[in-house]
């Protein structure tokens, strides 16, 4: 079954992520998630994963009352930022939990898996 994982972080602290010069605690938080990434395509589970734009440079779309209206930056005023997201491919929810819960223990950040309606969707 596949997950999608969705990373947040404070928006200063992805200031600092994304900086010319992170941060060394940045810098080791990035490669810890690099030592997870490799363990899952060791096992096969791994799908793909992705960093994100800034939301500053991000577009919204929404339908109002005279059509599709395009407007820039996030939909609201955030706190956390959605930073990056990964896609999984495992067991099942159990496992998915398990892997997250040992990111989110050595990243310190805020993660959520969603089920990716697919095929094998329960």
């Known amino acids: 079954m596949k997950f999608l994982i969705l990373s947040y972080t404070p928006?200063?602290?992805w200031d600092e992520a994304t900086a010319d010069?992170?941060?060394e605690e940045a810098?080791?938080?990035?490669?810890a998630y690099q030592r997870f990434e490799a363990e899952l395509r060791a096992t096969g589970e791994f799908?793909?994963?992705?960093?994100l734009g800034h939301p500053a440079v991000s577009t919204t779309v929404r339908r109002s009352e005279g059509g599709v209206i395009f407007t820039?930056?996030?939909f609201a005023e955030l706190k956390?930022?959605?930073?990056?997201?990964?896609?999984?491919?495992?067991?099942?929810l159990d496992r998915?939990?398990?892997i997250v819960a040992r990111m989110v223990e050595v990243l310190g950040e805020p993660m959520e898996i969603r089920p990716?309606?697919?095929?094998?969707?329960?």
């Open 11 to 13: 928006t200063a602290g």
């Open 21 to 23: 010069s992170p941060s």
């Open 27 to 31: 810098l080791a938080a990035f490669a």
């Open 47 to 51: 799908v793909t994963s992705e960093g």
């Open 72 to 74: 820039d930056g996030p």
């Open 80 to 92: 956390e930022v959605l930073a990056s997201f990964a896609v999984i491919d495992v067991s099942g």
């Open 96 to 98: 998915a939990k398990d």
């Open 116 to 122: 990716i309606m697919g095929d094998d969707f329960a």
